[in-house]
């Protein structure tokens, strides 16, 4: 697979963006990875709460099944 300049200049720029995230908020890779580790498992209930600047917020969850674990899985193993 052949990369242009263009494709190369935007994975440069991503991999720059996800460095500059992790020294803003250190620990959430080391969360992700403990929960990847040890919390994904059939019937884990997964909650999202977000809260904007001026209150608002927005909530929802989704417990995992089977086939969601097998996703997770093949994801992991690519």
Known sequence: M???FNQLAMLQ????????FRMNHP???LFLRAVSQEALKE???IEIN???P????YCTNIRLK???IELI???KNK
């Not at 720029?13 to 500059?20: C, N, P, W």
């Open 2 to 4: 052949d990369m242009n």
């Open 13 to 20: 720029q991503l991999k720059a963006g996800i460095d500059r």
């Open 27 to 29: 620990k959430f890779p």
């Open 43 to 45: 019937g884990t209930l």
């Open 50 to 52: 977000v809260t904007t």
């Open 54 to 57: 001026d209150e608002k917020t």
């Open 66 to 68: 089977p086939d969601d």
């Open 73 to 75: 899985e093949a994801l």
